[in-house]
């Protein structure tokens, strides 16, 4: 019988959610519904100097907000050193590893040798079969891994395909320092075993690590579990993604305007593909998902495909989708002038109306903000220099003799103001747009907005007079 699918995304929390990150949570978030599975979230604080508090915050709090859930409670990995240094002495006494007893000064000779002779720094087992008893009185040993000389390590990845280390290149890894502290290696094996993970999914940045993890796995007869090395994501320039390309954290794609679904389906087409595919709903990645479908090369983020993606996003949303969205970021984003933290009584009500045509043009909540500022901006406006330079001295008269027909509208809705307007125009002999360009920049202090008709609607009578009246002479 197969047994079921345990994934797990292992972060230390050293920082944000970096969005790399979160495409490795994803990936494995994907491939665990896939196959009804499960996927477990591991804090690797085991770096006690690094790992705060805040940073664990930021992982969880990124995680909920791309809709990652996971199963069960998260485990802590330096809540388990002992049972790190247990597996280790375990080791020790089956002969699969040994004290070794070198000095911080014999290793740097190592390091120096190494380094002379242009190769990488390799242990040269000096201990391996020394008696521990004629070792330096008071030195604290570590526990080396008794690793195999000869032969190869091969793991069967999922996505680079069959990888081969000689044994020979590999040296005899410390699985337990002399404070009796574990070490990363060590500790990812035993909590993966521990987990019952079947699938390590992570980046290509530790196929390295693979080899090593492969052969403490083998030392204690414990099945290797599949693994599948993603390749890393670039800059838009080729270069491995840094702070200088812009937003790194999930949090910061939030504080940017993009919607979760958008962002979960952009990430899912970097490095992966289904056809020609580009959009996604959640329950079609988890139904196409699989291991086989990432490529081995380095994807490049793109920004301008991104937006576009959220855009498409945008425009699907309902209503209450894109207000439960702006409650969400609003917050972060701290309030623009006029509005408040969040959207409430008559203000969500005038963002509800005025939503269709918003969600049409905007690309991101900030845009979608930037765009609805007529709805929240106090009067009296200020008003941007295009719209500025349409109020001049004629336009503002034309304004004040207009505030007469809109005040004895029996209704006020967009075909009641649209008519009005118009028979304005046409009485005072002018083209439409004479009096709807100047209308507008009185009404959202800027020279273009969604429908002018729209805007009044939204607006309301009572508001609208209000700006009228105030630019009017």
């Not at 040993?141 to 032969?151: K, Q």
């Not at 793991?155 to 070490?183: A, F, H, I, Y």
């Not at 290696?185 to 080899?211: K, P, Q, S, Y």
């Not at 929240?376 to 500025?388: D, T």
């Given at each position: 019988m197969t047994k079921p699918v345990v994934t797990r995304f292992a972060p230390s929390?050293?920082?944000?959610?970096?969005?790399?990150?979160?495409?490795?949570?994803?990936?494995?978030?994907?491939?665990?519904?896939?196959?009804?599975?499960?996927?477990?979230?591991?804090?690797?604080?085991?770096?006690?100097?690094?790992?705060?508090?805040?940073?664990?915050?930021?992982?969880?709090?990124?995680?909920?907000?791309?809709?990652?859930?996971?199963?069960?409670?998260?485990i802590f990995q330096f809540a388990r050193a002992s049972r790190h240094a247990e597996i280790a002495h375990d080791l020790l006494a089956r002969?699969?590893?040994?004290?070794c007893f070198a000095t911080p000064a014999?290793?740097?000779?190592?390091?120096?040798?190494?380094?002379?002779?242009?190769?990488?720094?390799?242990?040269?087992?000096r201990w391996r079969d020394r008696d521990p008893a004629t070792a330096p009185a008071g030195l604290k040993p570590v526990i080396r891994l008794r690793a195999p000389l000869d032969g190869e390590t091969v793991v069967e990845d999922q996505v680079q395909g069959r990888v081969?280390?000689?044994?020979?290149?590999?040296?005899?890894?410390?699985?337990?320092?002399?404070?009796?502290?574990?070490t990363y290696m060590l500790a990812v094996v035993v909590d993966d075993h521990d987990m019952g993970v079947t699938h390590v999914i992570r980046g290509d940045d530790h196929l390295t690590n693979a080899a090593r993890q492969t052969q403490i796995y083998q030392a204690m007869g414990w099945e290797v579990p599949v693994m599948a090395h993603i390749p890393l994501i670039h800059?838009?320039?080729?270069?491995?993604l840094s702070k200088r390309h812009g937003a790194l954290g999930?949090?910061?794609?939030?504080?940017?305007?993009?919607?979760?679904?958008?962002?979960?389906?952009?990430?899912?087409?970097?490095?992966?593909?289904?056809?020609?595919?580009?959009?996604?709903?959640?329950d079609e990645m988890i139904a196409a998902f699989d291991l086989a479908a990432i490529g081995r090369?380095?994807?490049?983020?793109d920004y301008a495909k991104l937006e576009n993606l959220n855009g498409i996003y945008m425009r699907a949303a309902s209503v209450d989708e894109i207000l439960a969205a702006l409650d969400q970021v609003m917050p972060e984003l701290g309030p623009p002038r006029g509005l408040g933290p969040a959207l409430s009584g008559t203000m969500r009500a005038r963002f509800a109306l005025a939503m269709p045509g918003l969600k049409e043009r905007a690309k991101t909540l900030v845009e979608l903000l930037d765009s609805a500022a007529y709805l929240y901006s106090p009067r009296p406006l200020v008003l941007e220099e295009k719209a500025a330079a349409l109020?001049?001295?004629?336009?503002?008269?034309?304004l004040g003799l207009l505030i007469a027909p809109l005040e004895a509208l029996g209704e006020w809705t967009v075909g009641s103001t649209e008519a009005a307007v118009r028979a304005f125009a046409e009485a005072q002999g002018l083209k439409l747009g004479q009096v709807a360009q100047p209308l507008r920049a009185a009404l959202t202090g800027k020279s273009t907005s969604p429908g002018l008709f729209d805007v009044l609607a939204v607006l309301g009578r009572e508001e609208c007079i209000l700006r009228l009246k105030d630019v009017a002479t």
């Amino acid at each position: 019988m197969t047994k079921p699918v345990v994934t797990r995304f292992a972060p230390s929390p050293t920082g944000f959610l970096h969005i790399g990150g979160g495409r490795t949570a994803l990936f494995n978030w994907l491939y665990a519904r896939r196959f009804g599975g499960k996927m477990l979230l591991r804090i690797e604080d085991t770096d006690r100097e690094r790992s705060t508090d805040a940073a664990i915050d930021a992982i969880i709090d990124g995680l909920k907000w791309l809709g990652l859930d996971w199963d069960g409670d998260p485990i802590f990995q330096f809540a388990r050193a002992s049972r790190h240094a247990e597996i280790a002495h375990d080791l020790l006494a089956r002969g699969r590893a040994y004290r070794c007893f070198a000095t911080p000064a014999e290793l740097d000779e190592m390091r120096e040798k190494a380094r002379a002779e242009g190769r990488p720094m390799k242990y040269d087992g000096r201990w391996r079969d020394r008696d521990p008893a004629t070792a330096p009185a008071g030195l604290k040993p570590v526990i080396r891994l008794r690793a195999p000389l000869d032969g190869e390590t091969v793991v069967e990845d999922q996505v680079q395909g069959r990888v081969v280390w000689q044994n020979k290149d590999l040296d005899d890894l410390v699985l337990l320092r002399s404070d009796g502290t574990p070490t990363y290696m060590l500790a990812v094996v035993v909590d993966d075993h521990d987990m019952g993970v079947t699938h390590v999914i992570r980046g290509d940045d530790h196929l390295t690590n693979a080899a090593r993890q492969t052969q403490i796995y083998q030392a204690m007869g414990w099945e290797v579990p599949v693994m599948a090395h993603i390749p890393l994501i670039h800059g838009p320039d080729g270069a491995k993604l840094s702070k200088r390309h812009g937003a790194l954290g999930v949090d910061a794609y939030r504080s940017m305007g993009y919607l979760p679904a958008a962002v979960r389906n952009y990430l899912v087409r970097l490095g992966w593909a289904h056809g020609d595919q580009e959009v996604f709903s959640t329950d079609e990645m988890i139904a196409a998902f699989d291991l086989a479908a990432i490529g081995r090369s380095a994807s490049r983020f793109d920004y301008a495909k991104l937006e576009n993606l959220n855009g498409i996003y945008m425009r699907a949303a309902s209503v209450d989708e894109i207000l439960a969205a702006l409650d969400q970021v609003m917050p972060e984003l701290g309030p623009p002038r006029g509005l408040g933290p969040a959207l409430s009584g008559t203000m969500r009500a005038r963002f509800a109306l005025a939503m269709p045509g918003l969600k049409e043009r905007a690309k991101t909540l900030v845009e979608l903000l930037d765009s609805a500022a007529y709805l929240y901006s106090p009067r009296p406006l200020v008003l941007e220099e295009k719209a500025a330079a349409l109020l001049d001295g004629e336009a503002r008269q034309r304004l004040g003799l207009l505030i007469a027909p809109l005040e004895a509208l029996g209704e006020w809705t967009v075909g009641s103001t649209e008519a009005a307007v118009r028979a304005f125009a046409e009485a005072q002999g002018l083209k439409l747009g004479q009096v709807a360009q100047p209308l507008r920049a009185a009404l959202t202090g800027k020279s273009t907005s969604p429908g002018l008709f729209d805007v009044l609607a939204v607006l309301g009578r009572e508001e609208c007079i209000l700006r009228l009246k105030d630019v009017a002479t």
